[in-house]
Nanobody
Framework: QVQLVESGGGLVQAGGSLRLSCAAS????????MGWFRQAPGKEREFVAV????????FYTDSVKGRFTISRDKAKNTVYLQMNSLKPEDTAVYYC???????????????WGQGTQVTVSS
């Protein structure tokens, strides 16, 4: 069974940090782009960051540039999202996904995790 499992979410004060992990199982995702998306209450799921299959290329949405860092450990089949200087507007359920290309469109990602809640208090 192919699956992605996120962990590392929680409650943090504004200005704090969290590191999300996304562990893949069932098959290797070493040739996939891996992305992070988030969905706040009442809003659509939005793109956050993506990393290429080699790990050498990354792309971020403007609102998280300079604060979030995406990385991957291919040996562990795991993707990370280091989130620093968190703001209340970062509060959302965060999802990782495996995709065919380094693009911000949800439709290009065909395997999704169940999500992990991140709550940033002011």
């Amino acid at each position: 069974q192919v699956q992605l499992v996120e962990s590392g979410g929680g409650l943090v004060q504004a200005g704090g940090s969290l590191r999300l992990s996304c562990a893949a199982s069932g098959r290797t995702f070493s040739r996939n782009a891996m992305g992070w998306f988030r969905q706040a209450p009442g809003k659509e799921r939005e793109f956050v960051a993506v990393i290429g299959w080699s790990g050498g290329s990354t792309f971020y949405t403007d609102s998280v540039k300079g604060r979030f860092t995406i990385s991957r450990d291919k040996a562990k089949n795991t993707v990370y999202l280091q989130m620093n200087s968190l703001k209340p507007e970062d509060t959302a359920v965060y999802y990782c996904a495996a995709g065919r290309a380094m693009v911000p469109m949800r439709g290009e990602y065909d395997v999704w995790g169940q999500g992990t809640q991140v709550t940033v208090s002011s």
